[in-house]
């Protein structure tokens, strides 16, 4: 089965969704914007940066990156818990209401795909953050080596 071909209704599955989840991919949007364009800043500074340090090594801009991407790859694994933590709650939400489903008379249907639709949407928000901060610190990086 490809999560891809999934015919996943996205306003009746954020319906379904709890307040908390739904906070958290506010906030998972506001980041991925920051984050993408602080890196395209970045990336866009470094292409003009002098490939010779004329300041002294501490403040040479290649060093201000690096510190730059470093902080926003902290801010990536925090928002990555706070996702894990998020997802937690949410399969024991369903695990919850598939228990509860099991004691009345009604059938269960779809306990887990609001679940999975949360998971798989914030896995490719964070693997397209990752991508994109190992790109530009490995530009970084190489240019700062060749500076030095």
Do not use: G
């Amino acid at each position: 089965m490809n999560l891809f071909s999934q015919s996943w209704d996205f306003r009746a599955l954020w319906m379904i969704l709890p307040l908390q989840t739904k906070l958290f991919f506010f906030c998972l949007f506001l980041m991925a914007l920051y984050m993408t364009l602080s890196l395209a800043i970045i990336y866009l500074q470094s292409r003009s940066a002098p490939p010779k340090p004329t300041e002294s090594s501490r403040n040479s801009p290649h060093l201000r990156f690096l510190r730059r991407i470093h902080n926003l790859r902290q801010l990536h694994f925090t928002l990555f818990l706070v996702f894990c933590v998020t997802l937690t709650d949410e399969i024991f939400r369903a695990l919850q209401a598939y228990e509860r489903s099991k004691l009345s008379l009604t059938e269960s249907t779809a306990i887990a795909d609001p679940v999975l639709a949360f998971a798989f949407c914030c896995l490719i928000i964070f693997t397209f953050l990752h991508l994109l901060q190992w790109l530009i610190s490995n530009r970084i990086e190489k240019i700062a080596s060749i500076s030095l």
